[in-house]
C-alpha cells in the first residue's frame, strides 16, 4: 500500500479546507463550492470507471486528473492522493497499452478510490451542515 493509499492519511487536511473558505468571498460561496465538489464526485468517479475498463486511456487520463486536482482544491488529501497513485499507473500504461493494461488497474484501484469517494463526500457534507450551525 502506497503512502496515499494509507488509510491513516487524514481523510479531509483542515488547512486547506480553512485556505479555500479564507479564499472565498464569503461562506455561502465555500458552501457552494464544497456542495458542487460533492455533487460532480459521483460523475468524475464514473467516467473513471469508465475509461479504465474501457481501456481508454484519454478518458481515464482525463478523469484522474480532474478527480485529483478537484480533491486537493478541496482538501480531500487522502482521495487526491489514491489519484495521484492511479495516475502515476495511467501513464505508465501509456496509450499503445491501454486497452489491455488499463482494465488490470480496475481491481487494485476503483473499489478503494469509489470507497474514499463515498466517504469524502459524508465528511465534507457533515462539516459544512455543523458550519451551517
Known sequence: MTR???PEQLLLDPPVLTRLRGE?????????????YIA??????????TGIINGDHGVAMDAILSLKISSHMVGAARLAGMAWDLQRCIEAAGQDRASSALPELAV???LLISACADETAVSLAVMVERARQ
Open 4 to 6: 496515499s493509499a494509507d
Open 24 to 36: 472565498l468571498d464569503d461562506d455561502e460561496g465555500w458552501f457552494l463550492f464544497i456542495q458542487r
Open 40 to 49: 460532480q464526485l459521483p460523475f468524475r468517479v464514473r467516467k473513471l470507471r
Open 108 to 110: 487494485p484501484h476503483l
